[in-house]
């Protein structure tokens, strides 16, 4: 019998680039929780998808030599790979480029617009491209986006916004009616104090400067701003509809929780609701913010060359192997570590020692002593007591522990328990006992307790480890009923007289040694493969050959102006540069750090190679070249313009 329904969703992926494991890590968790609510009875519909609008991918894609949608397709087809290659669990994959969602964001402009919560003005202020997102004069840091770090661009046009004031003190009011709205309690007090109590400005809702976007209806100069766009797919996914909504909608919302990366809280617990009660539909139970998932001390980034990928870990470790690490190693409220080393040292002592070792050599003896049959249990010692308390409390624990989200506790509770078990064979000695024909009936009640600890692990372990959980329930092929969570809290699933299956190793140890080697060798074919190659240096010539028009109009030039610079660590004669295009800004590495400072070379026009295919120098990204000229002597100057033309101008 359904215990209720539950709605689930991560937030949607951003089509700029193939998702790494920190990425990878919010599917995991999502997935995990899903599988959870089934185990217990609950009517779950879990939604994932990608966001596929914005200036960004639009700048992509034109780099890239192709159309948004052909670049989206690509990228949204990756992203659903590694999706599902984690075994994750989704009732639908949404995109924002499905034609029922891009109808229903429009209707949601137009109602919005209608009745008075969207206006027309005009946006003067700054705009961060990789964050889509827009800030004020006083939220801007020394020139940069205060969530990324990255060079913001000023920016003035035409524009419709959001009245977001108008239901600040609705929003605030039910935040503090509801206390678990927000999750965990630090990201709320970080909401509330930062943004909600100084006071909301009206939010910009639509751009002019682009096209990849929803068009909105009544004006197609304008498309619709991302996040109206993106955070609409929670509803838009059930099919609702300002005109009368489908019966997913009905059926399923409000959604039970929102899983989302801690850095992109406020849309969800800001923007999002606010716009819910414009729409005068109801909020979302819970919106809750993980942290991240860093390697070493650092956030991945392509651009710091510590990008770790989840195909690329599977590889190594298995699929169950990856969840099992991204699960057990994410603390609740504050973020979690992967290095290679912490990854091989977590498999090992759990998987491998823990949880592997104790199926395979209780299914393995069960075999040698009883020809894998299951066998009566006989009188229950107080040690067998302790075991079964400890197996059968679990349960309650691990349920206790995901209906609050804390996921790395309820796996902890199932590694006790199977540390528990090995602890009572060491206690209990069967290898002792099968020596004595007297102590016959107590060893096969001794491998009875341990296959049912097995067999409740088995259960537990399903929604983190879905094949594990298979597998171990295979080995001991336990009846359909003996594999639900509802009989995990009985001791005495397995029937006697049945037959366990053949011993079959789940996780084998890894030499770390062997294992960090090969990783390093991989890394280093990967960089040697995607490292710029150099030119042989060869003598001075006259001249060079001559080239066709063709020829040079292969080259794209355009006047930049550097609008930060700074050196590269560890490299003495580069600097690496922000450059502003037009609209757009590039990252540059020029070796001129002997002829220009960092603080000199800001603000300079310069002339740019920007269709350059992008390469790594000293591992920093570098995304064009800047044109100079160096005499005899050694005397270096950048290119610039006679005139001051602005940035975007092409070069002929």
């Given at each position: 019998m359904s215990k209720g329904t539950y709605y689930l969703t991560t937030a949607i992926a951003y089509t700029s680039r193939k998702p790494h494991i920190g990425n990878t890590?919010?599917?995991?968790?999502?997935?995990?929780?899903?599988r959870?609510?089934?185990?217990?009875?609950?009517?779950?519909?879990?939604?994932?998808?990608?966001?596929?609008?914005?200036?960004?991918?639009?700048?992509?894609?034109?780099?890239?030599?192709?159309?948004?949608?052909?670049?989206?397709?690509?990228?949204?087809?990756?992203?659903?790979?590694?999706?599902?290659?984690?075994?994750?669990?989704?009732?639908?994959?949404?995109?924002?480029?499905?034609?029922?969602?891009?109808?229903?964001?429009?209707?949601?402009?137009k109602k919005l617009y209608d009745q008075g919560d969207i206006y027309l003005g005009k946006y003067e202020g700054w705009y961060c491209t990789p964050c889509e997102s827009f800030f004020t004069e006083t939220q801007v840091v020394d020139g940069k986006c205060p969530d990324c770090g990255r060079p913001v661009q000023k920016s003035s046009e035409e524009a419709y916004f959001f009245r977001m004031s108008k239901y600040q003190d609705r929003l605030l009011k039910h935040i503090e009616d509801h206390p678990e709205f927000i999750q965990p309690e630090a990201r709320k007090r970080e909401m509330v104090n930062n943004f909600l109590k100084p006071g909301l400005q009206d939010l910009c809702v639509s751009r002019t400067s682009f096209k990849w976007g929803v068009p909105v209806t009544f004006n197609d100069k304008h498309v619709i701003y991302v996040w109206i766009d993106a955070l609409s797919n929670y509803i838009t996914g059930l099919g609702y509809d300002v005109d009368g909504s489908g019966e997913l909608y009905k059926k399923y919302w409000p959604a039970d929780v929102h899983i989302i990366?801690?850095?992109?809280?406020?849309?969800?617990?800001?923007?999002?609701?606010?716009?819910?009660?414009?729409?005068?539909?109801?909020?979302?139970?819970?919106?809750?913010?993980?942290p991240w998932l860093l390697n070493g001390e650092s956030k991945m980034s392509k651009s710091l060359?510590?990008?770790?990928?989840?195909?690329?870990?599977?590889?190594?470790?298995?699929?169950?192997?990856?969840?099992?690490?991204?699960?057990?190693?994410?603390?609740?409220?504050?973020?979690?570590?992967?290095?290679?080393?912490?990854?091989?040292?977590?498999?090992?002592?759990?998987?491998?020692?823990?949880?592997?070792?104790?199926?395979?050599?209780?299914?393995?003896?069960?075999?040698?002593?009883?020809?894998?049959?299951?066998?009566?249990?006989?009188?229950?010692?107080?040690?067998?007591?302790?075991?079964?308390?400890?197996?059968?409390?679990?349960?309650?624990?691990?349920?206790?522990?995901?209906?609050?989200?804390?996921?790395?506790?309820?796996?902890?509770?199932?590694?006790?328990?199977?540390?528990?078990?090995?602890?009572?064979?060491?206690?209990?000695?069967?290898?002792?006992?099968?020596?004595?024909?007297?102590?016959?009936?107590?060893?096969?009640?001794?491998?009875?307790?341990?296959?049912?600890?097995?067999?409740?692990?088995?259960?537990?372990?399903?929604?983190?480890?879905?094949?594990?959980?298979?597998?171990?329930?295979?080995?001991?092929?336990?009846?359909p009923e003996a594999g639900t969570l509802d009989s995990a809290a009985v001791f005495g699933g397995l029937v006697p007289g049945d037959v366990t299956g053949e011993a079959v190793p789940l996780f084998a140890r890894i030499d770390e040694k062997k294992k960090l080697a090969e990783l390093a060798a991989e890394a280093e074919a990967a960089a040697k493969a995607a490292a710029p190659k150099e030119e042989p240096k060869e003598e001075p010539k006259p001249g060079k050959p001559e080239i066709t028009i063709d020829d040079f109009a292969k080259v794209e030039l355009k006047v930049g102006e550097v609008v930060a610079s700074e050196r590269v660590k560890g490299a003495n004669k580069l600097l690496v540069s922000q450059i502003k295009i037009g609209t757009?800004?590039?990252?540059?590495?020029?070796?001129?750090?002997?002829?220009?400072s960092p603080e000199e070379f800001v603000g300079k026009k310069v002339v740019v190679v920007t269709n350059l295919q992008p390469v790594k120098l000293r591992g920093v990204l570098s995304e064009g070249m800047i044109l100079c000229a160096e005499d005899e002597a050694g005397n270096l100057a950048v290119v610039s313009t006679e005139k001051d033309v602005q940035s975007g101008a092409e070069v002929r």
């Amino acid at each position: 019998m359904s215990k209720g329904t539950y709605y689930l969703t991560t937030a949607i992926a951003y089509t700029s680039r193939k998702p790494h494991i920190g990425n990878t890590y919010e599917i995991i968790l999502s997935d995990a929780i899903a599988r959870m609510r089934r185990a217990q009875g609950y009517d779950v519909r879990f939604q994932t998808g990608t966001d596929e609008h914005g200036q960004k991918v639009e700048e992509n894609a034109k780099a890239a030599g192709i159309e948004p949608q052909e670049y989206v397709d690509r990228i949204a087809g990756e992203i659903k790979r590694i999706w599902d290659l984690m075994n994750t669990s989704y009732d639908r994959f949404i995109r924002t480029t499905d034609e029922d969602h891009v109808k229903s964001v429009q209707k949601i402009f137009k109602k919005l617009y209608d009745q008075g919560d969207i206006y027309l003005g005009k946006y003067e202020g700054w705009y961060c491209t990789p964050c889509e997102s827009f800030f004020t004069e006083t939220q801007v840091v020394d020139g940069k986006c205060p969530d990324c770090g990255r060079p913001v661009q000023k920016s003035s046009e035409e524009a419709y916004f959001f009245r977001m004031s108008k239901y600040q003190d609705r929003l605030l009011k039910h935040i503090e009616d509801h206390p678990e709205f927000i999750q965990p309690e630090a990201r709320k007090r970080e909401m509330v104090n930062n943004f909600l109590k100084p006071g909301l400005q009206d939010l910009c809702v639509s751009r002019t400067s682009f096209k990849w976007g929803v068009p909105v209806t009544f004006n197609d100069k304008h498309v619709i701003y991302v996040w109206i766009d993106a955070l609409s797919n929670y509803i838009t996914g059930l099919g609702y509809d300002v005109d009368g909504s489908g019966e997913l909608y009905k059926k399923y919302w409000p959604a039970d929780v929102h899983i989302i990366g801690k850095d992109i809280l406020r849309f969800h617990t800001i923007y999002w609701p606010i716009m819910l009660m414009a729409l005068g539909e109801p909020l979302p139970k819970q919106v809750f913010g993980h942290p991240w998932l860093l390697n070493g001390e650092s956030k991945m980034s392509k651009s710091l060359g510590n990008v770790i990928y989840a195909d690329d870990l599977a590889r190594h470790f298995g699929v169950d192997g990856v969840r099992y690490y991204c699960l057990r190693e994410m603390p609740f409220a504050s973020d979690g570590n992967i290095t290679y080393e912490s990854m091989i040292a977590r498999y090992n002592a759990d998987l491998a020692n823990t949880l592997g070792n104790l199926v395979n050599r209780t299914i393995a003896m069960n075999k040698k002593y009883f020809d894998s049959v299951i066998q009566q249990p006989g009188e229950v010692t107080e040690l067998d007591q302790d075991l079964r308390d400890t197996a059968t409390g679990a349960v309650q624990r691990v349920i206790e522990a995901m209906d609050t989200l804390h996921v790395a506790d309820s796996l902890e509770e199932i590694m006790v328990l199977a540390r528990r078990s090995n602890k009572y064979i060491d206690e209990t000695a069967p290898w002792v006992l099968a020596k004595d024909e007297a102590q016959r009936e107590r060893l096969g009640t001794v491998l009875y307790n341990l296959l049912e600890s097995i067999r409740i692990i088995g259960i537990l372990i399903q929604p983190f480890l879905p094949e594990t959980g298979e597998k171990i329930l295979a080995q001991l092929a336990a009846r359909p009923e003996a594999g639900t969570l509802d009989s995990a809290a009985v001791f005495g699933g397995l029937v006697p007289g049945d037959v366990t299956g053949e011993a079959v190793p789940l996780f084998a140890r890894i030499d770390e040694k062997k294992k960090l080697a090969e990783l390093a060798a991989e890394a280093e074919a990967a960089a040697k493969a995607a490292a710029p190659k150099e030119e042989p240096k060869e003598e001075p010539k006259p001249g060079k050959p001559e080239i066709t028009i063709d020829d040079f109009a292969k080259v794209e030039l355009k006047v930049g102006e550097v609008v930060a610079s700074e050196r590269v660590k560890g490299a003495n004669k580069l600097l690496v540069s922000q450059i502003k295009i037009g609209t757009e800004t590039k990252q540059i590495v020029s070796g001129i750090a002997k002829w220009y400072s960092p603080e000199e070379f800001v603000g300079k026009k310069v002339v740019v190679v920007t269709n350059l295919q992008p390469v790594k120098l000293r591992g920093v990204l570098s995304e064009g070249m800047i044109l100079c000229a160096e005499d005899e002597a050694g005397n270096l100057a950048v290119v610039s313009t006679e005139k001051d033309v602005q940035s975007g101008a092409e070069v002929r």
